[in-house]
Structure formats: C-alpha cells, structure tokens
C-alpha cells in the first residue's frame, strides 16, 4: 500500500492568512494526487486533482502543486468557508489511500 | 447535475448482512467506473473497493475482502455494496463516489451493534 501522510494534522489560522498543508507519499506517485475538503456532516468536495488542476468552482485561492512524493495544498486569503478537514488520496494505485486529514480551524 | 444517491444503510447485528445502494443521475453511469468509500464516525476517509465501467474489474480493501462484494448495473445506473459478516469496525458512512470526476453521494449510515 501507499501510505499518505498529511501535515499539520491540525492548523489554526485568521481570516485573510494564507496557509500550506503538505502530503508525502511513502512511493513516487507521478502526479496521481486529489485534495478533498470536508465539512462537518457533509460528503467531500473535489478541490484538485492531478496534483494542480482546480475543479471546476473552486475558486482560484485554492492551488496545488507537486509531483513524485512532495505535494503542497496552499490557501491564500483564507475565507470563513474554508475552515474544514483537508484530505489527500492519491489515485496512483486503485487501492486507494487517503492521508490522515488536516483540520483547520479558526483562530 | 450529478447526483448519487445511497441508501440501504442502518443498524445490523455482528455478523449480520446489508446491501447499500448507489442510484446515479445527470451522468452516463456506463462511462464511469465508480468506488465505495466509509468514514467511520470522527474518523478519515478510507477507501473500500472499486469497480470499473464495465464490471470486469474490481478491487476491495484487504479487510473486507470476502466479505463485502461491489456490482453495478449500468441500464439501471446503479451499483451496489453487498456486506456480509459485517463486524464492529465497519460501522461508518458510506459514500459512493465516481472515479474520475470525484462527485459525492450523501452517505448511507451503517451501524454494527448488538
């Protein structure tokens, strides 16, 4: 299996803040990477996928960028709406991993 | 618009069984191969099994594996989780979720209790 390890587990960070969550995957993985978030009581919503490309609505605040085993989940001008759980997965292999999850919350 | 919808979920015994339901819209479902992924409650996200468009090809978690078997009926647009020997640990939601352009259901709850 690959394993997927998100950091920070948690953030704290103000309104405005931008803030970077990083995933590092134990095997080079190309370009194979989805960032998630997740709301409470709520089904994850697609943020990017392929390492870099932003879903269609997402708005540009949200960037990705990486390849191999290093990748980064940047959030310029943080909005009220985007304190939420961040998840990886990489799609390299069907059997599927998610990173642990990033919880970020307002300071 | 995409819509998944799951449903089926709800309280089982160990050892008992449960079929959960995924019933597809505003998608060409034969397109898309399509994944079962559960949260179980203030957990992460943990991937399940996967099932191609075509049916032909199908991979589970190690842990359900024997268990648990993923099928699809595409003129249907539905697919479907048969759960056997279900087991504490697997109580959770259950998100049914396309593969390639990551659209969501709203969860099924199962819950594994005596």
């Known amino acids: 299996d690959i394993q997927m390890t998100q950091s920070p587990s948690s953030l704290s960070a103000s309104v405005g803040d931008t803030v970077t969550i990083t995933c590092r995957a134990s095997?080079?993985?190309?370009?194979?990477l989805n960032w998630f978030q997740q709301k409470p009581g709520k089904a994850p919503k697609v943020l990017i996928s392929?390492?870099?490309s932003l879903h269609s609505g997402v708005p540009s605040r949200f960037s990705g960028s990486g390849s191999g085993t290093d990748f980064t989940l940047t959030i310029t001008n943080l909005q009220p709406e985007d304190f939420a759980t961040y998840y990886c997965?990489?799609?390299?292999?069907?059997?599927?991993?998610f990173g642990q999850g990033t919880r970020l919350e307002i300071k | 618009d995409v819509q998944l919808v799951e449903s089926g979920g709800g309280l089982v015994q160990p050892g008992g069984f449960l079929r959960l339901s995924c019933a597809a819209s505003?998608?060409?479902?034969?397109?898309?191969?399509m994944q079962w992924v559960r949260q179980a409650p203030g957990k992460g996200l943990e991937w399940v099994c996967y099932?191609?468009?075509?049916?032909?090809?199908?991979y589970y978690r190690d842990s359900v594996k024997g268990r648990f078997t993923i099928s699809r009926d595409n003129p249907q647009k539905s697919m479907y989780l048969q759960m056997t020997r279900l087991r504490a640990d697997d109580t959770a939601v259950y998100y049914c979720?396309?593969?390639?352009?990551?659209?969501w259901g709203q969860g099924a709850l199962v819950t594994v209790s005596s």
């Open positions: 979720v396309t593969s390639s352009t990551f659209h």
């Open positions: 505003g998608l060409i479902f034969s397109d898309y191969s």
């Open positions: 099932i191609s468009s075509d049916g032909d090809t199908i």
């Open positions: 095997q080079r993985i190309s370009n194979y």
């Open positions: 392929g390492a870099s």
């Open positions: 997965q990489q799609s390299y292999l069907t059997y599927i991993t």
